[in-house]
Protein backbone atom coordinates (compact mmCIF):
# COMPACT_ATOMS: atom_id res chain seq x y z
CA UNK A 1 0.00 0.00 0.00
CA UNK A 2 0.98 3.30 -0.86
CA UNK A 3 2.61 5.87 2.14
CA UNK A 4 -0.28 8.50 0.67
CA UNK A 5 -3.27 5.81 1.00
CA UNK A 6 -1.72 4.49 4.39
CA UNK A 7 -2.20 7.66 5.89
CA UNK A 8 -5.34 8.64 5.12
CA UNK A 9 -6.66 4.92 5.85
CA UNK A 10 -4.98 5.52 9.58
CA UNK A 11 -6.13 9.47 9.50
CA UNK A 12 -10.09 8.30 8.35
CA UNK A 13 -9.94 5.72 11.25
CA UNK A 14 -8.95 7.68 14.18
CA UNK A 15 -10.76 11.22 13.32
CA UNK A 16 -14.74 12.82 12.77
CA UNK A 17 -15.39 12.90 9.26
CA UNK A 18 -16.07 16.15 9.34
CA UNK A 19 -13.92 17.02 6.07
CA UNK A 20 -13.24 15.61 3.09
CA UNK A 21 -9.85 16.53 1.76
CA UNK A 22 -8.07 15.77 -1.45
CA UNK A 23 -6.28 12.70 -1.16
CA UNK A 24 -3.00 14.17 -0.91
CA UNK A 25 -0.79 13.98 2.37
CA UNK A 26 1.10 16.77 2.58
CA UNK A 27 4.80 17.00 4.84
CA UNK A 28 6.56 19.80 3.74
CA UNK A 29 5.89 23.18 1.84
CA UNK A 30 7.88 26.49 0.93
CA UNK A 31 5.95 29.62 -0.53
CA UNK A 32 3.80 28.50 -3.15
CA UNK A 33 4.93 24.50 -3.40
CA UNK A 34 3.87 21.59 -1.32
CA UNK A 35 5.73 18.52 -1.59
CA UNK A 36 3.68 15.22 -0.46
CA UNK A 37 4.99 12.09 0.91
CA UNK A 38 5.53 10.35 -1.83
CA UNK A 39 8.02 13.31 -2.76
CA UNK A 40 5.56 14.85 -5.39
CA UNK A 41 5.09 18.61 -5.73
CA UNK A 42 2.32 20.48 -5.99
CA UNK A 43 1.24 24.38 -6.38
CA UNK A 44 -1.23 25.47 -3.96
CA UNK A 45 -4.10 27.88 -5.10
CA UNK A 46 -5.63 27.92 -2.16
CA UNK A 47 -3.58 29.18 0.69
CA UNK A 48 -5.25 27.93 3.45
CA UNK A 49 -7.99 30.09 2.70
CA UNK A 50 -6.17 32.98 2.58
CA UNK A 51 -4.51 32.47 5.97
CA UNK A 52 -1.06 31.52 3.92
CA UNK A 53 -1.19 34.89 2.05
CA UNK A 54 2.32 35.29 2.61
CA UNK A 55 3.28 31.53 1.66
CA UNK A 56 4.67 28.38 3.02
CA UNK A 57 7.73 28.89 5.61
CA UNK A 58 7.87 32.85 4.95
CA UNK A 59 11.42 33.83 6.33
CA UNK A 60 10.60 36.58 8.36
CA UNK A 61 7.60 34.69 10.06
CA UNK A 62 9.33 32.15 10.72
CA UNK A 63 12.16 34.11 12.10
CA UNK A 64 9.78 36.15 14.25
CA UNK A 65 8.24 33.11 15.50
CA UNK A 66 11.54 31.08 16.32
CA UNK A 67 12.90 34.20 17.88
CA UNK A 68 9.74 34.57 20.24
CA UNK A 69 9.69 30.72 20.90
CA UNK A 70 13.15 31.41 22.73
CA UNK A 71 11.87 34.32 25.33
CA UNK A 72 8.18 33.82 26.09
CA UNK A 73 5.17 32.37 24.56
CA UNK A 74 2.49 32.67 26.66
CA UNK A 75 1.10 34.86 29.73
CA UNK A 76 -2.38 34.84 29.76
CA UNK A 77 -4.08 38.26 30.09
CA UNK A 78 -3.64 38.20 33.96
CA UNK A 79 -0.51 40.13 33.19
CA UNK A 80 1.02 42.26 30.45
CA UNK A 81 3.85 41.30 28.17
CA UNK A 82 5.96 43.05 26.04
CA UNK A 83 4.74 42.12 22.56
CA UNK A 84 1.60 43.49 23.51
CA UNK A 85 0.90 47.32 23.49
CA UNK A 86 3.11 47.03 19.93
CA UNK A 87 0.49 44.17 18.06
CA UNK A 88 -2.65 46.46 19.67
CA UNK A 89 -0.74 50.10 18.32
CA UNK A 90 0.33 48.57 14.99
CA UNK A 91 -3.19 46.81 13.82
CA UNK A 92 -5.14 49.63 15.55
CA UNK A 93 -2.77 52.09 12.87
CA UNK A 94 -3.18 49.40 9.91
CA UNK A 95 -7.10 49.55 10.24
CA UNK A 96 -6.73 53.38 11.02
CA UNK A 97 -8.73 52.56 13.90
CA UNK A 98 -7.80 53.00 18.28
CA UNK A 99 -8.19 49.94 19.85
CA UNK A 100 -8.26 46.27 19.11
CA UNK A 101 -9.40 42.65 21.06
CA UNK A 102 -7.63 40.16 20.38
CA UNK A 103 -8.83 36.55 19.81
CA UNK A 104 -7.40 33.38 17.91
CA UNK A 105 -9.95 31.95 15.43
CA UNK A 106 -12.29 33.63 12.98
CA UNK A 107 -15.19 32.21 14.75
CA UNK A 108 -14.30 34.07 17.83
CA UNK A 109 -13.65 37.12 16.67
CA UNK A 110 -17.09 37.15 15.17
CA UNK A 111 -18.46 35.90 18.26
CA UNK A 112 -16.58 39.10 19.82
CA UNK A 113 -17.71 41.55 17.14
CA UNK A 114 -21.46 40.07 17.92
CA UNK A 115 -21.12 40.89 21.47
CA UNK A 116 -19.38 43.81 20.97
CA UNK A 117 -22.25 45.04 19.25
CA UNK A 118 -24.92 43.92 21.33
CA UNK A 119 -23.28 45.32 24.35
CA UNK A 120 -22.82 49.00 22.38
CA UNK A 121 -26.55 48.50 21.49
CA UNK A 122 -27.93 48.19 25.33
CA UNK A 123 -25.10 50.62 26.95
CA UNK A 124 -24.77 53.15 24.10
CA UNK A 125 -27.41 52.93 21.46
CA UNK A 126 -29.96 52.72 24.25
CA UNK A 127 -31.66 49.75 22.94
CA UNK A 128 -33.73 47.86 25.31
CA UNK A 129 -32.16 44.85 27.30
CA UNK A 130 -32.48 41.24 25.65
CA UNK A 131 -33.99 42.77 22.20
CA UNK A 132 -30.66 43.50 20.26
CA UNK A 133 -30.68 42.63 16.46
CA UNK A 134 -28.02 42.16 14.17
CA UNK A 135 -28.37 41.77 10.06
CA UNK A 136 -26.57 39.48 8.11
CA UNK A 137 -26.44 38.25 4.67
CA UNK A 138 -27.85 35.17 3.36
CA UNK A 139 -25.05 32.87 1.78
CA UNK A 140 -22.98 34.30 4.75
CA UNK A 141 -19.87 32.04 6.21
CA UNK A 142 -18.80 33.67 9.49
CA UNK A 143 -17.59 30.34 10.85
CA UNK A 144 -18.75 27.32 13.06
CA UNK A 145 -19.83 27.82 16.54
CA UNK A 146 -23.50 27.50 17.68
CA UNK A 147 -24.44 30.87 17.26
CA UNK A 148 -23.06 31.59 14.20
CA UNK A 149 -24.19 28.62 12.18
CA UNK A 150 -27.79 29.74 13.44
CA UNK A 151 -27.55 32.20 11.19
CA UNK A 152 -26.28 30.31 8.09
CA UNK A 153 -28.75 29.98 5.20
CA UNK A 154 -26.13 26.72 4.32
CA UNK A 155 -28.27 23.59 5.61
CA UNK A 156 -24.59 21.54 5.43
CA UNK A 157 -23.14 24.10 7.98
CA UNK A 158 -26.51 24.46 9.85
CA UNK A 159 -29.19 21.56 10.27
CA UNK A 160 -29.39 19.52 13.41
CA UNK A 161 -27.16 21.96 15.61
CA UNK A 162 -30.69 23.79 17.13
CA UNK A 163 -31.94 25.43 19.17
CA UNK A 164 -30.55 27.89 17.61
CA UNK A 165 -29.40 31.72 19.00
CA UNK A 166 -32.13 34.38 18.30
CA UNK A 167 -31.40 38.48 17.32
CA UNK A 168 -30.23 37.69 13.66
CA UNK A 169 -32.15 38.74 10.67
CA UNK A 170 -31.33 37.36 7.08
CA UNK A 171 -31.88 39.74 4.09
CA UNK A 172 -30.25 38.73 0.56
CA UNK A 173 -26.72 39.57 -0.04
CA UNK A 174 -26.67 42.84 -2.72
CA UNK A 175 -30.00 44.17 -1.99
CA UNK A 176 -29.74 47.90 0.06
CA UNK A 177 -33.63 47.82 -0.38
CA UNK A 178 -34.22 44.65 1.75
CA UNK A 179 -31.38 45.39 3.96
CA UNK A 180 -33.11 49.29 4.77
CA UNK A 181 -36.22 47.30 5.48
CA UNK A 182 -34.57 45.16 7.81
CA UNK A 183 -33.22 47.64 10.17
CA UNK A 184 -35.46 48.81 12.91
CA UNK A 185 -34.71 50.68 16.01
CA UNK A 186 -33.29 47.56 17.93
CA UNK A 187 -30.89 46.86 15.19
CA UNK A 188 -27.77 47.29 16.62
CA UNK A 189 -25.29 46.09 13.55
CA UNK A 190 -25.24 45.10 10.22
CA UNK A 191 -22.51 42.54 9.52
CA UNK A 192 -20.86 41.43 5.99
CA UNK A 193 -18.24 40.35 4.49
CA UNK A 194 -17.12 43.14 1.65
CA UNK A 195 -16.56 39.55 -0.64
CA UNK A 196 -18.44 36.33 -0.33
CA UNK A 197 -15.91 33.76 -0.16
CA UNK A 198 -17.40 30.83 0.87
CA UNK A 199 -20.45 31.69 -1.17
CA UNK A 200 -18.27 31.18 -4.22
CA UNK A 201 -16.41 34.69 -4.16
CA UNK A 202 -19.27 36.41 -4.52
CA UNK A 203 -18.62 40.89 -4.79
CA UNK A 204 -21.65 42.73 -4.30
CA UNK A 205 -22.81 45.10 -7.06
CA UNK A 206 -21.09 48.33 -7.43
CA UNK A 207 -22.03 50.78 -4.45
CA UNK A 208 -23.71 48.56 -1.85
CA UNK A 209 -20.94 48.52 0.71
CA UNK A 210 -21.24 52.57 0.35
CA UNK A 211 -24.79 51.99 0.54
CA UNK A 212 -24.39 50.43 3.36
CA UNK A 213 -22.14 52.48 5.33
CA UNK A 214 -24.32 55.45 4.29
CA UNK A 215 -27.50 53.30 5.94
CA UNK A 216 -25.88 52.24 8.84
CA UNK A 217 -24.46 55.54 9.72
CA UNK A 218 -28.03 57.63 8.83
CA UNK A 219 -29.76 54.62 11.26
CA UNK A 220 -27.02 54.70 14.53
CA UNK A 221 -26.13 50.60 13.47
CA UNK A 222 -22.88 49.65 13.76
CA UNK A 223 -20.93 48.38 10.31
CA UNK A 224 -19.25 45.24 11.41
CA UNK A 225 -17.02 43.99 8.27
CA UNK A 226 -15.99 40.36 8.06
CA UNK A 227 -12.31 40.45 6.48
CA UNK A 228 -11.19 37.35 7.94
CA UNK A 229 -10.83 36.12 4.15
CA UNK A 230 -11.22 39.40 2.52
CA UNK A 231 -8.34 41.14 4.25
CA UNK A 232 -4.85 41.12 4.48
CA UNK A 233 -4.07 42.20 1.20
CA UNK A 234 -6.17 39.47 -0.71
CA UNK A 235 -7.86 41.96 -3.16
CA UNK A 236 -5.01 44.01 -3.95
CA UNK A 237 -5.91 46.44 -0.99
CA UNK A 238 -5.59 45.74 2.63
CA UNK A 239 -9.19 45.82 3.05
CA UNK A 240 -11.69 44.83 0.64
CA UNK A 241 -14.17 47.57 1.83
CA UNK A 242 -11.16 49.93 0.05
CA UNK A 243 -12.31 49.16 -3.43
CA UNK A 244 -15.77 51.28 -2.96
CA UNK A 245 -13.87 53.82 -0.20
CA UNK A 246 -15.71 52.42 2.53
CA UNK A 247 -14.14 52.39 5.78
CA UNK A 248 -16.17 49.80 8.54
CA UNK A 249 -16.75 50.83 12.63
CA UNK A 250 -15.70 47.68 13.20
CA UNK A 251 -12.79 45.50 11.64
CA UNK A 252 -12.86 41.32 12.02
CA UNK A 253 -9.73 40.10 11.26
CA UNK A 254 -7.97 36.60 11.09
CA UNK A 255 -6.41 33.89 8.83
CA UNK A 256 -3.54 36.09 7.26
CA UNK A 257 -2.83 38.06 10.27
CA UNK A 258 -1.48 34.62 12.11
CA UNK A 259 0.80 34.45 8.55
CA UNK A 260 -0.19 30.85 8.47
CA UNK A 261 1.68 30.30 11.63
CA UNK A 262 -0.42 30.73 14.62
CA UNK A 263 -4.44 31.49 14.54
CA UNK A 264 -3.99 35.27 15.37
CA UNK A 265 -8.08 36.87 15.24
CA UNK A 266 -9.28 40.23 16.17
CA UNK A 267 -11.76 42.96 16.32
CA UNK A 268 -10.87 46.33 15.58
CA UNK A 269 -12.41 49.27 16.50
CA UNK A 270 -12.50 52.80 17.55
CA UNK A 271 -12.91 53.33 21.39
CA UNK A 272 -16.73 54.52 21.50
CA UNK A 273 -17.10 50.79 20.21
CA UNK A 274 -14.36 48.76 21.85
CA UNK A 275 -14.87 50.98 25.33
CA UNK A 276 -18.53 49.09 25.76
CA UNK A 277 -15.91 46.13 27.12
CA UNK A 278 -14.98 45.99 31.27
CA UNK A 279 -12.35 43.61 33.19
CA UNK A 280 -13.77 40.39 33.08
CA UNK A 281 -16.73 41.05 30.64
CA UNK A 282 -14.90 39.19 27.62
CA UNK A 283 -11.78 37.07 26.95
CA UNK A 284 -9.55 34.20 26.26
CA UNK A 285 -5.99 32.29 27.43
CA UNK A 286 -4.82 32.34 24.57
CA UNK A 287 -5.95 35.48 22.81
CA UNK A 288 -3.08 38.21 22.23
CA UNK A 289 -0.29 35.70 23.34
CA UNK A 290 3.43 36.77 22.64
CA UNK A 291 3.94 34.46 20.42
CA UNK A 292 0.87 35.25 18.16
CA UNK A 293 1.55 39.20 18.79
CA UNK A 294 5.01 38.27 17.70
CA UNK A 295 4.11 36.83 14.40
CA UNK A 296 1.29 39.15 13.65
CA UNK A 297 3.29 41.86 14.43
CA UNK A 298 5.93 40.76 11.47
CA UNK A 299 2.52 40.25 9.24
CA UNK A 300 1.43 43.92 9.74
CA UNK A 301 5.18 45.17 8.90
CA UNK A 302 5.01 43.26 5.82
CA UNK A 303 1.45 44.93 4.78
CA UNK A 304 2.33 48.21 5.74
CA UNK A 305 5.23 48.13 2.94
CA UNK A 306 1.98 47.89 0.57
CA UNK A 307 4.27 45.28 -1.61
CA UNK A 308 1.55 42.54 -1.24
CA UNK A 309 -1.41 44.88 -2.21
CA UNK A 310 0.50 45.28 -5.46
CA UNK A 311 1.59 42.08 -6.05
CA UNK A 312 -2.04 40.87 -5.51
CA UNK A 313 -3.52 43.49 -7.49
CA UNK A 314 -1.23 43.30 -10.19
CA UNK A 315 -1.13 39.42 -10.48
CA UNK A 316 -4.80 39.80 -9.67
CA UNK A 317 -5.12 41.65 -13.15
CA UNK A 318 -3.05 38.81 -14.71
CA UNK A 319 -4.97 36.01 -13.57
CA UNK A 320 -8.45 37.38 -14.20
CA UNK A 321 -7.74 38.05 -17.74
CA UNK A 322 -6.75 34.86 -18.61
CA UNK A 323 -9.35 33.22 -16.34
CA UNK A 324 -12.12 35.73 -18.52
CA UNK A 325 -10.89 34.12 -21.83
CA UNK A 326 -11.98 30.94 -20.79
CA UNK A 327 -16.03 32.32 -19.75
CA UNK A 328 -17.99 30.93 -22.70
CA UNK A 329 -15.47 28.24 -24.38
CA UNK A 330 -18.27 25.77 -22.88
CA UNK A 331 -16.52 24.96 -19.72
CA UNK A 332 -16.36 27.78 -17.55
CA UNK A 333 -19.74 29.71 -17.28
CA UNK A 334 -18.58 32.18 -14.71
CA UNK A 335 -15.44 33.82 -13.53
CA UNK A 336 -15.58 36.28 -10.05
CA UNK A 337 -13.43 37.76 -7.66
CA UNK A 338 -11.04 40.65 -6.55
CA UNK A 339 -7.29 40.90 -6.72
CA UNK A 340 -5.46 36.84 -6.40
CA UNK A 341 -8.85 35.62 -5.68
CA UNK A 342 -11.32 33.93 -7.63
CA UNK A 343 -14.37 31.95 -8.22
CA UNK A 344 -14.96 29.82 -11.13
CA UNK A 345 -17.91 28.39 -12.19
CA UNK A 346 -17.95 24.82 -14.16
CA UNK A 347 -20.43 24.01 -16.88
CA UNK A 348 -21.59 21.00 -14.79
CA UNK A 349 -21.65 18.47 -17.67
CA UNK A 350 -17.58 19.31 -17.69
CA UNK A 351 -17.41 17.73 -13.87
CA UNK A 352 -18.29 18.67 -10.50
CA UNK A 353 -16.09 20.82 -8.69
CA UNK A 354 -14.84 18.09 -6.52
CA UNK A 355 -14.30 16.64 -10.08
CA UNK A 356 -11.77 19.20 -11.84
CA UNK A 357 -10.00 19.56 -8.07
CA UNK A 358 -8.99 16.19 -8.50
CA UNK A 359 -7.69 16.17 -11.93
CA UNK A 360 -6.01 19.42 -11.22
CA UNK A 361 -4.29 17.90 -8.32
CA UNK A 362 -3.28 14.62 -10.44
CA UNK A 363 -1.40 17.30 -12.62
CA UNK A 364 0.16 19.54 -9.31
CA UNK A 365 -2.43 21.72 -9.01
CA UNK A 366 -4.05 22.48 -5.44
CA UNK A 367 -7.79 23.67 -5.31
CA UNK A 368 -10.87 23.63 -3.35
CA UNK A 369 -14.49 23.64 -4.30
CA UNK A 370 -17.40 25.25 -3.24
CA UNK A 371 -20.87 24.60 -3.50
CA UNK A 372 -20.79 21.79 -6.10
CA UNK A 373 -20.25 23.58 -9.28
CA UNK A 374 -17.33 26.07 -8.38
CA UNK A 375 -13.74 25.88 -7.83
CA UNK A 376 -12.45 28.77 -5.71
CA UNK A 377 -8.13 30.37 -6.76
CA UNK A 378 -6.93 32.22 -4.16
CA UNK A 379 -2.91 31.60 -4.42
CA UNK A 380 -0.49 32.80 -1.84
CA UNK A 381 0.38 36.79 -2.56
CA UNK A 382 4.07 35.52 -3.12
CA UNK A 383 3.42 33.05 -5.87
CA UNK A 384 5.60 34.33 -9.34
CA UNK A 385 4.30 35.15 -12.31
CA UNK A 386 5.45 31.81 -14.17
CA UNK A 387 4.19 29.33 -11.19
CA UNK A 388 0.69 31.05 -11.64
CA UNK A 389 0.71 30.88 -15.11
CA UNK A 390 1.52 27.12 -14.90
CA UNK A 391 -0.76 26.53 -12.82
CA UNK A 392 -3.46 28.43 -15.24
CA UNK A 393 -1.93 26.03 -18.02
CA UNK A 394 -3.14 23.10 -15.81
CA UNK A 395 -6.77 24.45 -15.15
CA UNK A 396 -7.08 24.93 -19.02
CA UNK A 397 -5.93 21.42 -20.10
CA UNK A 398 -8.09 20.25 -17.32
CA UNK A 399 -11.17 21.66 -18.85
CA UNK A 400 -10.18 21.12 -22.13
CA UNK A 401 -9.86 17.22 -21.76
CA UNK A 402 -13.05 17.59 -19.83
C1 LIG B 1 -12.67 31.39 7.67
C2 LIG B 1 -13.68 32.44 7.95
C3 LIG B 1 -14.26 32.58 9.23
C4 LIG B 1 -13.96 31.63 10.36
O1 LIG B 1 -12.62 31.57 10.70
P1 LIG B 1 -12.07 30.31 11.55
O2 LIG B 1 -10.66 30.70 11.88
O3 LIG B 1 -12.17 29.11 10.68
O4 LIG B 1 -12.93 30.20 12.75
C5 LIG B 1 -15.14 33.63 9.43
N1 LIG B 1 -15.45 34.48 8.44
C6 LIG B 1 -14.94 34.38 7.19
C7 LIG B 1 -15.32 35.35 6.14
C8 LIG B 1 -14.05 33.34 6.91
O5 LIG B 1 -13.56 33.21 5.67
Known amino acids: ?238 FACEHEGVVPDVYILGKALGGGVVPVSAVVADRDVLGVFRPGEHGSTFGGNPLACAVALEVIAMLRTGEYQQRAAELGDHLHRELNLLVGGGAVTAVRGRGLWAGVDIEPSHGTGREISEKLMELGVLVKDTHGSTIRIAPPLVISKEDLDWGLEQLRSVLAAG
Open 1 to 238: MSRTADAIRSADAHSAHNYHPLPIVVTSAEGAWMTDVEGRRYLDMLAGYSALNFGHGNRRLIDAAHAQLERVTLTSRAFHHDRFADFCAELAALCGKEAVLPMNTGAEAVETAIKTARKWGYKVKGVPDGHAKIVVAADNFHGRTTTIVSFSTDHEARDHYGPYTPGFEIVPYGDLTALAHAVTPNTVAVMLEPIQGEAGVLVPPAGYLAGVRELTRERNVLFMADEIQSGLGRTGRT
